[in-house]
């Protein structure tokens, strides 16, 4: 498809929209990876706000390739369910294309391990303690508990560039949602089951899922959410 694709799947309040004024640097600085939510709805009218203010983001020849579902309440509920116990079943699933290296090498594979040590230092979790650390990773599919969860698709017809396309597409989205006092978190690892999220969709089986995104207001009490991870800022 050539044009940004809006799917909605509940209602939502008349509550009314609130936009903050923040400079760009401002709102770079100040999203980060949310993992713990409020219970409160997200009004249908901000979470199409945000989406048409992504769609501005640059992509080739302008192919727009992003393809959105927004899916909430008893669809979210009955869709993350089906993905938890797919997962706790011991299917891993297999994403549409290789997110991460075969091989991890460093510096990347320290990054990694310095990320999953900070998660489960802040929660108190111990390295040996495999069932809170699988019990955390399946927070992922509930979205942490998000009220929208975000899924993206692409056409299979689209080769690498429409990825980067899609990355400022995403980017675009979580500085949006910053604007409107939201919080949000990239999950690669939904994109591991599309055989699941698909056919709840009805998404095409040939189209690819390319990641979703927790969507809501942060839970500034929890814990999970007290941590920022390090950004390397040496340059040459």
Same mark, same amino acid.
């Given at each position: 498809?050539?044009?940004?694709?809006?799917?909605?799947?509940?209602?939502?309040?008349?509550?009314?929209?609130?936009?903050?004024?923040?400079?760009?640097?401002?709102?770079?600085?100040?999203?980060?990876?949310?993992?713990?939510?409020?219970?409160?709805?997200?009004?249908?009218?901000?979470?199409?706000?945000?989406?048409?203010?992504?769609?501005?983001?640059?992509?080739?020849?302008?192919?727009?390739?992003?393809?959105?579902?927004?899916?909430?309440?008893?669809?979210?509920?009955?869709?993350?369910?089906?993905?938890?116990?797919?997962?706790?079943?011991?299917?891993?699933?297999?994403?549409?294309?290789?997110?991460?290296?075969?091989?991890?090498?460093?510096?990347?594979?320290?990054?990694?391990?310095?990320?999953?040590?900070?998660?489960?230092?802040?929660?108190?979790?111990?390295?040996?303690?495999?069932?809170?650390?699988?019990?955390?990773?399946?927070?992922?599919?509930?979205?942490?508990?998000?009220?929208?969860? /975000?899924?993206?698709?692409? *056409? %299979?017809?689209?080769?690498? #560039?429409?990825? !980067?396309? $899609?990355?400022?597409?995403?980017?675009? +989205?979580?500085?949006?949602?910053?604007?409107?006092?939201?919080?949000?978190?990239?999950?690669?690892?939904?994109?591991?089951?599309?055989?699941?999220?698909?056919?709840? /969709?009805?998404?095409?089986? *040939? %189209?690819?899922?390319?990641? #979703?995104?927790? !969507?809501? $207001?942060e839970d500034k009490e929890?814990? +999970?959410?007290?941590?920022r991870t390090p950004r390397?800022?040496?340059?040459?």
């Amino acid at each position: 498809m050539s044009h940004t694709t809006i799917v909605i799947y509940a209602g939502y309040g008349n509550d009314k929209i609130h936009i903050e004024t923040m400079k760009v640097t401002e709102a770079l600085k100040q999203r980060k990876s949310v993992r713990a939510f409020l219970n409160k709805e997200v009004n249908k009218k901000i979470i199409n706000s945000i989406l048409e203010a992504a769609s501005h983001a640059p992509s080739g020849v302008n192919t727009q390739p992003w393809q959105v579902a927004v899916v909430t309440g008893d669809k979210k509920q009955a869709l993350q369910e089906q993905i938890e116990n797919a997962f706790r079943s011991g299917d891993k699933g297999k994403a549409d294309y290789p997110y991460y290296p075969e091989k991890w090498q460093e510096p990347y594979k320290s990054r990694r391990k310095a990320c999953g040590l900070q998660l489960y230092s802040a929660l108190g979790i111990a390295r040996g303690d495999k069932q809170l650390q699988l019990d955390q990773w399946a927070a992922n599919y509930r979205a942490f508990g998000a009220p929208v969860m /975000l899924l993206f698709f692409l *056409d %299979s017809v689209m080769k690498t #560039g429409s990825f !980067l396309d $899609y990355g400022m597409f995403l980017q675009s +989205v979580m500085l949006s949602a910053v604007e409107h006092g939201l919080a949000s978190c990239p999950l690669a690892s939904l994109s591991n089951y599309p055989h699941i999220i698909k056919p709840a /969709l009805a998404y095409p089986n *040939d %189209s690819l899922l390319v990641c #979703g995104m927790a !969507l809501g $207001y942060e839970d500034k009490e929890a814990i +999970v959410n007290s941590y920022r991870t390090p950004r390397v800022t040496t340059f040459s």
